[in-house]
């Protein structure tokens, strides 16, 4: 070994004693933080689900892995509109996003099914479908169609109802109106079978759209109107109670690639941890969301029994049995959801 060499070596070995001997961290430990840019459609606010779930995410995910992994959140469509969002994070242009399940139905329609009018109970029936093996089934064909991985199913601040701007409270008097619905088809057939007619919008355009009368209303949550200020532009909800829709949150393989493995159980601890106090949050906040709306004008009516009753026969015989022939793979997903409710 050469006097070059030598010395060169010295160096290096003592200052790893030096640093072991001192507690400076290692190589893997100084690294920079892995950051994730994380988009959702909705506004940063706490009667948005969105940010509920990613407030307690940044939180749960410093606790586990300290700044080795922060999330750098991007609301209200700053990233793009959620259907070019998709696409972004498919290709790892983008890390995350937060969204309704429907939305990645444009390349996975067999998600679809969640979003067909009244096919689950309510959000305790929801999450023991979506954490069971339809929730398995349906992340494998995403993983294997577009890459992505289903990371977890979150609440919306309660079922989706009929907002709009004379009064429905009725399925005769539904009849015509034209909705603002996602552009899917588990939304558009759903309306149609109900009378309605369905006019497919990206959220980010509802509020002038209802405001300059492009739609006569629009199907969501409460705690969403309420965020969004779609109160402004309705006034009368009818209580359809059509979907309990999962809220997701999806990582692209690239940047599920980020995560080193030695990261990568604290990072998914805290994804289930933040699911599990959203939900419970995102039942308070339903409620509060409808005393809320009320207090600024709202009126409810809820929709009758008859009408419920109808509009989920129908849904079962016409709308969930064409789906499972178009998607023969749905076909033992719907058996397991409707052995859930049981």
Same mark, same amino acid.
């Given at each position: 070994?050469?006097?070059?060499?030598?010395?060169?070596? =010295?160096?290096?070995?003592?200052? %790893?004693?030096? $640093?072991?001997?001192?507690?400076?961290?290692?190589?893997?430990?100084?690294?920079?933080?892995?950051?994730?840019?994380?988009?959702?459609?909705?506004?940063?606010?706490?009667?948005?689900?969105?940010?509920?779930?990613?407030?307690?995410?940044? %939180?749960?995910?410093?606790?586990?892995?300290?700044?080795?992994?922060?999330?750098?959140?991007?609301?209200?469509?700053?990233?793009?509109?959620?259907?070019?969002? =998709?696409?972004?994070?498919?290709?790892?242009?983008?890390?995350?996003?937060?969204?309704?399940?429907?939305?990645?139905?444009?390349?996975? /329609?067999?998600?679809?099914?969640?979003?067909?009018?009244?096919?689950?109970?309510?959000?305790?029936?929801? %999450?023991?479908?979506?954490?069971?093996? =339809?929730?398995?089934?349906?992340?494998?064909?995403?993983?294997?169609?577009?890459?992505?991985?289903?990371?977890?199913?979150?609440?919306?601040?309660?079922?989706?109802?009929?907002?709009?701007? *004379?009064?429905?409270?009725?399925?005769?008097?539904?009849?015509?109106?034209?909705?603002? =619905?996602? /552009?899917?088809? %588990?939304?558009?057939?759903?309306?149609?079978?109900?009378?309605?007619?369905?006019?497919?919008?990206?959220?980010?355009?509802?509020?002038?759209?209802?405001?300059?009368?492009?739609?006569?209303g629009f199907e969501h949550d409460a705690g969403t109107v309420l965020a969004s200020k779609l109160n402004e532009v309705t006034k009368s909800c009818w209580q359809t109670e059509h979907l309990f829709s999962p809220m997701v949150v999806v990582i692209g393989r690239r940047s599920m690639d980020k995560i080193p493995q030695s990261l990568r159980a604290g990072f998914l601890k805290?994804?289930?941890?933040?699911?599990?106090?959203?939900?419970?949050?995102?039942?308070?906040?339903?409620?509060?969301?409808?005393?809320?709306?009320?207090?600024?004008?709202?009126?409810?009516?809820?929709?009758? *029994?008859?009408?419920? *009753?109808?509009?989920?026969?129908?849904?079962?015989?016409?709308?969930? $049995?064409?789906?499972?022939?178009?998607?023969?793979?749905? *076909?033992?997903?719907?058996?397991?959801?409707?052995?859930?409710?049981?």
């Amino acid at each position: 070994m050469s006097a070059m060499t030598r010395r060169r070596f =010295v160096q290096a070995t003592g200052a %790893a004693s030096l $640093a072991a001997a001192t507690g400076a961290p290692s190589l893997a430990q100084s690294q920079a933080p892995i950051a994730l840019r994380f988009s959702s459609s909705m506004t940063a606010d706490d009667n948005a689900a969105h940010y509920v779930w990613y407030q307690r995410m940044a %939180a749960n995910l410093k606790n586990a892995v300290g700044d080795a992994v922060k999330l750098d959140y991007f609301p209200n469509n700053q990233l793009g509109k959620e259907s070019d969002v =998709v696409q972004q994070v498919k290709v790892g242009a983008i890390d995350m996003m937060v969204t309704g399940s429907s939305i990645w139905a444009t390349v996975l /329609p067999e998600i679809g099914m969640l979003d067909l009018g009244y096919m689950f109970d309510n959000y305790n029936h929801m %999450a023991k479908v979506s954490e069971g093996s =339809v929730g398995k089934a349906l992340n494998e064909m995403l993983q294997q169609r577009a890459g992505c991985t289903i990371l977890t199913w979150a609440s919306h601040f309660g079922p989706r109802n009929v907002y709009t701007k *004379a009064q429905v409270k009725s399925l005769a008097e539904i009849k015509g109106v034209k909705l603002r =619905v996602l /552009p899917t088809p %588990a939304f558009i057939e759903t309306f149609k079978i109900m009378g309605a007619i369905p006019t497919p919008i990206p959220f980010g355009e509802l509020y002038m759209s209802a405001q300059t009368g492009v739609v006569d209303g629009f199907e969501h949550d409460a705690g969403t109107v309420l965020a969004s200020k779609l109160n402004e532009v309705t006034k009368s909800c009818w209580q359809t109670e059509h979907l309990f829709s999962p809220m997701v949150v999806v990582i692209g393989r690239r940047s599920m690639d980020k995560i080193p493995q030695s990261l990568r159980a604290g990072f998914l601890k805290a994804v289930n941890e933040s699911t599990a106090q959203q939900r419970v949050i995102a039942s308070d906040k339903a409620i509060a969301a409808i005393e809320d709306l009320k207090k600024k004008g709202m009126t409810f009516f809820p929709m009758a *029994a008859a009408d419920r *009753a109808f509009v989920r026969k129908e849904m079962e015989s016409r709308l969930w $049995a064409d789906f499972s022939k178009q998607y023969p793979a749905t *076909a033992p997903l719907f058996a397991a959801i409707s052995s859930a409710r049981a």
